[in-house]
């Protein structure tokens, strides 16, 4: 086992003392393209990424107990409360993903019962990665072992989702919780986000020499809460208003209408909504173009649409900031760059490129220096590995072996 799940097992001896039962783990998230298209219904491009969530576990002997017992590592903080009367938290804000995870459970009529746990996660928070929903997929993939519930994958991603929508109150998309359930070694997940079906595709970067990097740009994501909201109004506005004009197609989300179409109508929209639309319809054909060009190996294509991708969130969407458009662009002039482009809901957070794997020591001497010169802030690079998704590193099943 690796040594943060023996600091989470060591963690565990101290404050509860004995041994947890269960360890479960769950991946944050880059999104390769597809970006504000989830909600939607269009296509995402995402890799689980060696970044994750770790909980180790112990249910109570008593099942009348209702009282649950968290410790963060993170935070060096304990929590205690009662799993029947769940409420946020003023005091323990980050025990709310556990919270608003066992109150979806319980509303959608799934058994739990009380637990001791301890919490660490590494993936960097309010940085776009999706700490937040590794957490949630998490705590769902744990409870769902410890209660025998069965519940698949893909309903562990809707409730994580829902618990985010609901409990937590912002209003995501599915791509963040599908991925941490769903991610797939060495390979981007081809998400549609309608129908929920997937295929794995297999990223094959390393025989070519290519690596994912992720760079932070150490802007904490700003505003999304709000602005989120406001891009989900207007692509509403915008769909409502095109449905009326393409009676024949009667689309139901701009993942519906062909920018053909887009293109007939866009002057009968508000100016701020059409470059919103703009920007999904388009999106969305990258989505495709750039897993065909993946699927036969052309990463300078691939490269080309990370970059378009980028320019459309910067001037249609307005989801990016200073600091992502300096590092990309920055980073897309650096040779050996594919392609670079801000990855997440915008705002801050990090940027996403695909370089040759050579070319990684110069990118961090030249690029991230001329950064932090042009904006004052200090970058943080990691290469990443494609990982799975959410699993149980140990529970009472696992220790029995198969029957
Ligand atoms: C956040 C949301 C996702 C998605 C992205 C933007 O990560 O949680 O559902 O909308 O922003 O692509």
């Known amino acids: 086992m690796s040594d943060r799940v023996e600091a989470v097992k060591a963690a565990f001896r101290e404050k509860f003392g004995g041994e947890p039962d269960y360890i479960v783990r769950a991946p944050g998230r880059v999104n390769l ?44 903080q304990l929590d205690e409360f009662a799993y029947n009367k ?38 960097p928070q309010g940085a776009g990665l999706s700490s937040s929903a590794a957490y949630e997929v998490a705590v769902g993939k744990l409870v769902d072992e410890m209660m025998a519930s069965g519940i698949p994958p893909k309903q562990l991603a809707m409730l994580a989702q829902k618990a985010e929508n609901r409990f937590i109150g912002v209003q995501c998309g599915i791509m963040d919780q599908f991925i941490s359930a769903l991610g797939k070694a060495d390979s981007a997940l081809l998400l549609d986000c309608r129908s929920l079906q997937f295929r794995a595709v297999p990223l094959r970067l390393a025989e070519q020499g290519a690596a994912i990097v992720i760079t932070e740009t150490g802007v904490q994501r ?20 095109l449905a009326k004009k393409l009676k024949q197609t009667s689309p139901k989300a ?16 508000p100016e701020v909504v059409a470059k919103r639309c703009r920007h999904v319809i388009t999106e969305n054909n990258r989505v495709l173009d750039s897993v065909e060009a993946l699927e036969k190996g052309k990463l300078e294509a691939f490269g080309k649409l990370m970059n378009e991708s980028h320019a459309s969130l910067r001037d249609d969407y307005e989801v990016s900031c200073k600091e992502l458009d300096v590092l990309a662009d920055l980073t897309q002039k650096h040779p050996g760059v594919f392609g670079a482009r801000m990855t997440g809901a915008g705002f801050g957070g990090c940027t996403v490129a695909i370089m040759k794997t050579d070319a990684v020591a110069s990118y961090e001497a030249k690029v991230i220096p001329a950064y932090e010169q042009a904006t004052g802030r200090k970058a943080r690079v990691f290469v990443c590995k494609a990982v799975g998704g959410a699993s149980m590193l140990a529970s009472p099943m696992m220790a029995a072996g198969p029957s």
């Open 33 to 76: 393209i597809g970006e504000h298209t989830d909600y939607n219904d269009g296509f995402v491009f995402p890799v689980a990424i060696d970044r994750e969530m770790i909980i180790a576990a112990r249910p109570k002997a008593d099942r009348k107990d209702f009282g649950m017992r968290l410790y963060s590592m993170d935070y060096d």
């Open 86 to 123: 769940l409420e946020k938290s003023a005091e323990h804000p980050w025990s709310d993903y556990l919270r608003g995870m066992l109150s979806i459970w319980q509303a959608c009529a799934f058994k739990v019962r009380a637990f001791e746990a301890v919490l660490s996660g590494n993936v």
């Open 222 to 241: 700003g505003l999304v809460d709000s602005e989120y909201n406001a891009r989900r109004a207007e692509c509403a506005e915008g769909v409502a208003l």
């Open 254 to 269: 701009l993942r519906d209408v062909t920018f053909a179409d887009f293109k007939k109508h866009e002057k009968a929209l």
